[in-house]
C-alpha cells in the first residue's frame, strides 16, 4: 500500500462525531444560531441547491423551511452576523445579485413549489404559480407564508418567474435585483433561480441542542475499513430493512439503499475514495466514515 495514503486512513478510521459530521463542511466556515427551539447553520461554502441539501442531511438537518414572518426576520439576521457580503457571488440569472439557499424548490413539477430541504421529492406545498415577472397568477397555497420578490419591496409579487426556463430552486437575495435597482425584488426577499448555481446555504435542524450532541452510545463500528466488496457494521441492533444513505465528502449522495443480511452493505460498485455512511438505527441519527 502507498505510504502516503496511510494518514488518510487513520483518519478514515476516527468515529469523532465532531469530524465525520463536518466531512461535507469545514465547520469554520459555520455561523450557528438558535430560533425558535430550533438550531440553524449558515454554510459559507458554495454548492449547488442539491448538493447543499445533502450536506443538510449529513448534518442532521434541511435546508431551511420558512413558515413566518419571525422566521424570516431571524434566518436574514443570522445571514447578516455571519459576514456574508452582499457582493459575495454574483448570480447571473438572478438579476447578477448574490444569494443564500434555502429549501424551496419546484424541480419535481414547474409551478408547484415545496418545502423539500432535503430533496427527497415530497414537503409542503406552499406556492403555486408564477409572479408578474413571469406568467402570473401565482398563489399561496393554504395561507401559507411566502416571502417572493415584489415590485420595490412592496408592490405587485414579482417572483417567481422561471426565468430561461430554468429556475428550480429559491434562495434569500442579499441585495435588490436586477443589480442596482429594486424593480422585482429587495433584500431579504427570494427568488427563484438556477438550481445548479453555487451558493452559500442555511441548515435547519429541529432541536436547538445542535448536531455536535448526537447520540453515539451504540458504539457503532464498521469493518473491513478499507473495504472491497462489502462493509459491516457492527452494532447492538438489528438493521435489517432500516434505509441508509451513503456520500462522497462534496456532500453528494451516491448510494441510497438498505440494510440486508446481517448489517451489511454491498460497495462493490463504490469507486475507492471515502465515504460517509448515514443512518438511523432507532435510537440516534448515525455518520460513519469508511474508505472504499
Avoid at 429549501?103 to 423539500?116: I, P, Y
Avoid at 435547519?204 to 472491497?228: A, R
Wanted: proline share 2%; hydrophobic share 40%.
Amino acid at each position: 500500500m502507498n505510504s502516503k495514503i496511510l494518514p488518510i486512513l487513520l483518519i478514515g478510521l476516527l468515529f469523532w462525531q465532531t469530524d465525520v459530521l463536518a466531512q461535507c463542511a469545514n465547520q469554520s466556515n459555520i455561523y450557528s444560531f438558535n430560533y425558535g427551539g430550533k438550531t440553524y447553520e449558515v454554510v459559507k461554502e458554495l454548492k449547488s441547491w442539491s448538493n447543499a441539501a445533502a450536506c443538510a442531511v449529513q448534518r442532521g438537518g434541511y435546508l431551511a423551511e420558512i413558515n413566518d414572518v419571525n422566521e424570516q426576520t431571524a434566518i436574514y439576521n443570522g445571514i447578516i452576523a455571519a459576514g456574508i457580503s452582499s457582493t459575495y457571488v454574483s448570480v447571473s440569472d438572478g438579476g447578477g445579485t448574490a444569494y443564500v439557499w434555502i429549501g424551496a424548490t419546484d424541480k419535481q413539477t414547474e409551478g408547484t413549489w415545496l418545502w423539500d430541504g432535503n430533496n427527497d421529492g415530497t414537503g409542503i406545498n406552499f406556492w403555486n404559480g408564477q409572479g408578474q415577472a413571469g406568467a402570473g397568477g401565482g398563489v399561496p397555497v393554504a395561507s401559507n407564508y411566502n416571502n417572493w420578490g415584489k415590485a420595490n419591496g412592496t408592490g405587485a409579487i414579482m417572483e417567481p418567474d422561471d426565468f430561461n426556463t430554468s429556475q428550480d430552486a429559491g434562495a434569500i437575495a442579499l441585495a435588490g435585483w436586477p443589480a442596482s435597482t429594486t424593480f422585482l425584488g429587495v433584500a431579504g426577499q427570494w427568488n427563484d433561480i438556477d438550481i445548479n448555481n453555487a451558493l452559500y446555504y442555511v441548515i435547519e435542524n429541529n432541536s436547538s441542542v445542535g448536531i455536535k450532541e448526537i447520540n453515539y452510545q451504540n458504539n457503532i463500528k464498521v469493518y473491513p475499513n478499507p473495504c472491497n466488496d462489502k462493509l459491516n457494521i457492527e452494532t447492538n441492533r438489528n438493521l435489517n430493512g432500516i434505509s441508509y444513505q451513503v456520500y462522497d465528502l462534496t456532500g453528494k449522495l451516491i448510494m441510497i439503499d438498505i440494510f440486508e443480511n446481517n448489517n451489511t452493505i454491498n460497495t462493490i460498485l463504490l469507486n475507492n475514495g471515502i465515504y460517509c455512511l448515514h443512518f438511523n438505527d432507532g435510537i440516534s441519527s448515525v455518520v460513519v466514515k469508511f474508505i472504499k
